[in-house]
């Protein structure tokens, strides 16, 4: 069978089982196990068998927009990253269709900003009557004014950037007064909604973060509102993000005193809220050689499993890296499957790349070396 034929009923089957099991989470995360167990057994082989790698997408990340309400320290989007560039409906429906063909199922759109687009619930609805499964990356500070409209549309998951409460936000944000805003936001959504609506905290840790009292105030806020919690590492090799002025939010070897005594917190957090916080106690171990070597950590890459669009119409296998085309030139299906997308998904397998720490608990619990390396 052709990769496209393998790749939409192998995501059938996945994503027929995760509804199956969505009641059930105990069954549901016996099974991720069991995949896990699986793409593990690939990863290993793959070291000696590179052509075993292929292109298997289950999830488009569309950067819908380039605009943003807020001037984040570490982001490049508002500024001088594809400043001024947005994507049309009709490329997004073009998109959508096509990755319903490709057997893709998931799709997050952000940006920028989403929620200053003005098709976005027109965009989630589309993936609702296709059978896929939308979310949205947003800073909320507008999401209180759309949420309903959102809702009807279809839009269950929602995953919010966070940056610390108060000073520490608007601080990192340059735009006194959103903390507030985004706040209002999620209680807004949890009061009207309830668990009707999942909601992920993105914590992202930094120099500045990097306390147990930033923790606290982190988890104390997703406990708050219900929600998970995700630990984002500062990244250092996303076109994107910047690690700021003289790379004050990146960290430094004598930065490893506070980085140990914030996994050790953490671990400790995810031993009496294993549903809450989303990393693998093999995840949080591996946080501080990620954190400090950088691009010299060397563990194989899962950006085969996805694509990313940019709002210039941009598409690459990933985040960073090779680029297959554009939008404005030619169809995402052209771009399947293609020669090109093959070489791209065994190079980055191979980590023929800038690096990052994209996926990087993933990557941790794909790679059997590795994991190994972080076990209790």
């Known amino acids: 069978m052709s990769g496209s034929v ?20 105990e069954i549901r995360d016996g099974a991720a ?15 000696f068998v590179p052509g075993m790698i292929r292109p298997r997408p289950y999830l488009v990340m569309i950067a819908i927009t380039g605009y943003c309400n807020l001037r984040c320290q570490g982001c490049r989007y508002g500024r001088d990253f594809m400043p001024g560039t947005q994507l049309s409906w009709d490329l997004v429906k073009g998109v959508l269709d096509d990755v319903k063909a490709a057997g893709i199922y998931k799709v997050r759109l952000y940006g920028g900003e989403p929620l200053l687009h003005p098709d976005l619930a027109r965009m989630v609805a589309y993936c609702r009557e296709l059978g896929l499964v939308p979310g ?36 990192y944000t340059e735009r006194p007064g959103r903390s507030r805003k985004m706040e209002d936001s999620i209680a807004a959504v949890r009061g009207k909604y309830g668990d009707q609506v999942h909601m992920q905290i993105n914590w992202l840790l930094r120099r500045q973060t990097c306390d147990l009292r930033s923790l606290h105030e982190a988890f104390d806020f997703a406990q708050k509102y219900g929600t998970t919690l995700q630990i984002d590492l500062v990244h250092y090799s996303l076109p994107y ?44 171990r591996a946080m501080p050689d990620w954190l400090l070597l950088g691009p010299a950590m060397k563990v194989p890459c899962t950006a085969r499993e996805m694509l990313w669009v940019g709002p210039d119409g941009s598409v690459q296998l990933c985040y960073v890296t090779f680029k297959l085309g554009n939008l404005h ?37 794909r790679d059997a070396a590795s994991r190994r390396k972080y076990a209790e």
């Open 6 to 25: 393998i790749n939409v009923v192998w995501n059938a089957a996945r994503r027929q089982v995760g509804v199956a099991l969505r009641e059930h989470p």
């Open 136 to 171: 949205i990356t947003t800073n909320a500070v507008a999401l209180s004014s759309q949420i309903d409209e959102l809702y009807r549309a279809g839009l269950r998951d929602i995953s919010i950037g966070f940056y610390g409460r108060g000073s520490e936000y608007d601080e």
């Open 329 to 365: 030139e030619r169809r995402l299906s052209e771009m399947l499957y293609t020669a090109e997308h093959k070489d791209a998904a065994r190079r980055a397998f191979a980590l023929d790349c800038p690096n990052c720490h994209c996926s990087a608990g993933d990557r941790i619990m």
């Open 33 to 47: 196990k069991v995949e896990t167990w699986m793409r593990q057994q690939e990863h290993t082989a793959a070291r």
């Open 241 to 284: 993000f910047t690690e700021g002025p003289d790379r004050f939010l990146q960290f430094r070897p004598e930065d490893r005193p506070a980085i140990d005594l914030v996994v050790a917190e953490l671990l400790r957090l995810k031993a009496n809220n294993p549903q809450m916080i989303r990393h693998t106690p093999e995840a949080i």
